[in-house]
């Protein structure tokens, strides 16, 4: 069974910058498609980056390029979201999600994640 632990959330200013950590364990890292999402209350969760394995696509959603940067460690199983210039809309629970098979076209995909974490609490004050 698979097992994620998100950390690196709180509360920071606009402007600011916050790293997130999603330490994987269970099944080999390194063959994990793995992704994050958020979802603010009232609304729909969201895809916000991913990082593929076994075409070493890295991806941000196109409304936080600029700002998003995902990376992985396969030796310490370990995802990270790098986000810079943080704004009040950016105010969310984010989710890391891994998932054993993923198509090109499937990872922005919320439901093509087999497993998710329990989610860190990001908010940005103005």
């Known amino acids: 069974q698979v097992q994620l632990v998100e950390s690196g959330g709180g509360l920071v200013q606009a402007g600011s910058s916050l790293r997130l950590s999603c330490a994987v364990s269970?099944?080999?890292?390194?063959?994990?498609?793995m992704g994050w999402f958020r979802q603010a209350p009232g609304k729909e969760r969201e895809f916000v980056a991913a990082s593929l394995w076994s075409t070493s696509i890295a991806a941000c959603a196109d409304s936080l390029k600029g700002r998003c940067t995902i990376s992985r460690d396969d030796a310490e199983n370990t995802v990270w979201l790098q986000m810079n210039s943080l704004k009040p809309e950016d105010t969310a629970a984010y989710y890391c999600?891994?998932?054993?098979?993923?198509?090109?076209?499937?990872?922005?995909?919320?439901?093509?994640?087999?497993?998710w974490g329990q989610g860190t609490q990001v908010t940005v004050s103005t």
């Open positions: 999600a891994a998932s054993t098979s993923l198509g090109l076209t499937e990872y922005r995909n919320r439901y093509s994640y087999n497993y």
């Open positions: 269970g099944r080999t890292f390194s063959n994990l498609h």
